[in-house]
Every structure is written in C-alpha cells, then in structure tokens.
C-alpha cells in the first residue's frame, strides 16, 4: 500500500498567517492527490482534487501544487473559519490512503 | 443538490452484524463510483471500501476484506455496506462517500454526514 506522510502533525497560527501542509507519497502517484477541511464534529469537505483543481465553491486562498511523491496545501491568509484538521489523499491506486491529518490551531 | 444520508448506524456487541445505508440524490447515481470512509473516535480517516457506478468492481481495506461487503442499487439510488463480525476497533463513524466518476479511478468531490456504528460488550 502507498504509505501517506503528512507534515507536520499540528501546527499554531495567527490571522492572516500563511500556512503550508505537506504530503508525501511513499511512491509516484501523479497528480492524484485531494486535500480536504475537517472541523470537529463535521464531515470533511473537499478542497482540492488533482492536487491542484479548487473545488468548486472553495475560496482562493487554499491552493495546491506538486506532481509525483511531493505535495502542499497552501492558505495563502489563513482566516478564523480555517482552524481545522486537513488530510490528504491518493486516489492513484487501492487502497487509497490517508495521510495522518494536520491539525491547524491558534 | 447532491445529497448523501447514511443510516443504519448503532451500537452492538462484538460479534454482531449490521447494514449500513446511504441514500444518494441530486447526481446520477449510476455514473459514480461511491465509497464508505470511516473514523473512529478521535482519530484519521480510514478508507474502507470502493464500487463502481455499474457495481460490477468492488476495493476493500486489508482490515475489513472477508467481513464487509459494499454493494448499491442503481434502481434506488442507494449504497450499502454489510458488516459482519464487527470488532471494537471496528467503532467509527462511518462515511458515504462519492467520486467524480464511475470508473472508481477519478477523485472524491462529496462526503455525507455519517453514521455512527459503536462495538462494544
């Protein structure tokens, strides 16, 4: 299985920070990568897909790059609604795998 | 609007069975593939199973093959998945999920509400 490493696990940040997560696969999985917003209590919410199509709807602050193993989700000005716990995804082959989530805090 | 809302969900001993549902509106159902996604309490998301939209190619996670099986009614819109000796690590709230597509190879873009199944004695 294609192992899923996020970093870092948590992370503290302030209004109007911009915040970086990272995900890396333990092999080449293209551009088959999501990112998706958990807040407590909520299902998660999708993000990005290919690594780097917004999802509909989602602001243009979230941004996402990278292609084969090295992935990152970037709040360009991180806002009081975007405290919340972020995961990656690849769904380049199965089983597809989480990576261990990134919880962003203040 | 897509709509995804699973039931079925409950608290059983170890041992147990239990069938979850997932009724789906608001996208043609047939055209997607749909997933369950778990998360038991206080920790990650956990990808359990994937079937595509004819039903015809089913994924499982090592943790779950040979006890769950996914399955769907195109007729009904519905997905469910059968859960048969249900452990305590098997305690999670479980997520109907959908992808873009049908092939089960394109991203996931909704995620429903969840339900919350608890194996305990």
């Known amino acids: 299985a294609i192992q899923m490493t996020q970093s870092p696990s948590s992370l503290s940040a302030s209004v109007g920070d911009r915040v970086t997560i990272v995900c890396r696969a333990s092999q080449d999985i293209r551009n088959d990568l999501g990112w998706f917003q958990q807040k407590p209590g909520k299902a998660p919410k999708v993000l990005i897909y290919?690594?780097?199509t917004l999802q509909s709807g989602v602001p243009s602050r979230f941004s996402g790059s990278g292609y084969g193993t090295d992935f990152t989700l970037t709040i360009s000005s991180l806002q009081p609604e975007d405290f919340a716990t972020y995961y990656c995804l690849q769904d380049y082959n199965y089983p597809r795998t989480f990576g261990q989530g990134t919880k962003v805090e203040i | 609007e897509v709509q995804l809302l699973e039931s079925g969900g409950g608290l059983l001993q170890p041992g147990g069975s239990l069938r979850l549902s997932c009724a789906a509106s608001g996208f043609t159902f047939s055209s997607c593939a749909m997933n369950w996604v778990r998360q038991a309490p206080g920790k990650g998301l956990e990808w359990v199973s994937t079937i595509t939209g004819s039903g015809d190619t089913t994924y499982y996670a090592d943790s779950v093959k040979g006890r769950f099986t996914i399955s769907r009614d195109n007729f009904e819109n519905a997905l469910y998945l059968q859960m048969h000796s249900l452990r305590a690590e098997d305690t999670a709230v479980y997520y109907c999920v959908k992808d873009r597509g049908d092939s089960g190879y394109y991203p996931i873009d909704y995620w429903g509400q969840g339900t919350l199944v608890t194996v305990s004695s």
């Open positions: 290919a690594a780097s």
